[in-house]
């Protein structure tokens, strides 16, 4: 069975300061692993995705991750956080890419 | 631009009263699907389908009927709406996964809200 964790349901961070999200997954085989960002009243938009490639993945607005399978973590970072990164963010892992299972979200604020 | 379009954005209705979500791509994509997002659970999937005529229940199926007669159309129906299913409302779309790693990304409409008095 799949599963996601997101281990935090708040984070609140200073404006310029490091962002850490953490997710730890649950997979029988090797899954595919994705962040997604969720700003009020709008859609889900894809941050950055793993799919057995290079275990550190990069994605866009200076966003990356960490794919550790030693670990079953799969950690969002960024250096220093911006205020338009205040957001819902959601882990998301699939094995089979029919089912796609989510993590309850983090909300995440920035603190001018 | 390639998008997912749902409509309507916000609805309103009363129990029992037949309704019907529209779901539309513009990418030929062959995967498409719908969740639910709920206050501290995170979005849950309720139905899928893998292409035209194809379709199987995601993880909570029950009160909801899907059809996909056209590759880019994929609507969700509430027979007989009840509160339990006020939520939000998400369909999203994705190119076929042919085995192997699943390598692209699912593209999310914006959501409807969805509210049964």
């Known amino acids: 069975a799949q599963s996601v964790t997101q281990l935090d349901s708040h984070v609140s961070v200073s404006e310029g300061t490091p962002v850490l999200l953490r997710c730890n997954y649950s997979?029988?085989?090797?899954?595919?692993l994705f962040w997604y960002v969720q700003h009020p009243n709008k859609g889900l938009q894809l941050l950055l995705k793993?799919?057995?490639?290079?275990?550190l993945v990069k994605g866009i607005n200076g966003f990356e991750a960490e794919f550790k399978k030693s670990e079953t973590s799969f950690h969002l970072t960024k250096p220093s956080a911006h205020m338009s990164d205040a957001a819902e963010y959601f882990c998301?892992?699939?094995?089979?890419?029919?089912?796609?299972?989510f993590g309850t979200g983090t909300s995440l604020t920035v603190i001018p | 631009e390639a998008q997912v379009t749902q409509n309507p954005r916000y609805l309103i209705t009363v129990t029992g009263k037949k309704l019907t979500v529209t779901c539309s791509q513009n990418?030929?994509?062959?995967?498409m699907s719908w969740y639910r997002q709920d206050p501290g659970l995170g979005l849950r999937q309720i139905y899928y389908?893998?292409?035209?005529?194809?379709?199987d229940k995601g993880d909570v199926p029950e009160g909801y009927k899907v059809s996909r007669k056209e590759k880019r159309n994929f609507p969700l129906i509430l027979e007989s709406p009840s509160p339990n299913q006020t939520s939000l409302y998400f369909c999203?779309?994705?190119?076929?996964?042919?085995?192997?790693?699943?390598?692209?990304?699912?593209?999310f409409g914006q959501g409807t809200r969805l509210t049964v008095v």
């Open positions: 999203a779309s994705s190119p076929w996964w042919t085995g192997g790693a699943w390598n692209t990304e699912a593209f």
């Open positions: 997979s029988s085989y090797s899954p595919s």
């Open positions: 793993y799919t057995s490639a290079a275990t």
């Open positions: 998301v892992v699939s094995e089979t890419g029919n089912q796609f299972y």
């Open positions: 990418m030929n994509h062959e995967y």
């Open positions: 389908s893998m292409n035209v005529e194809v379709t």
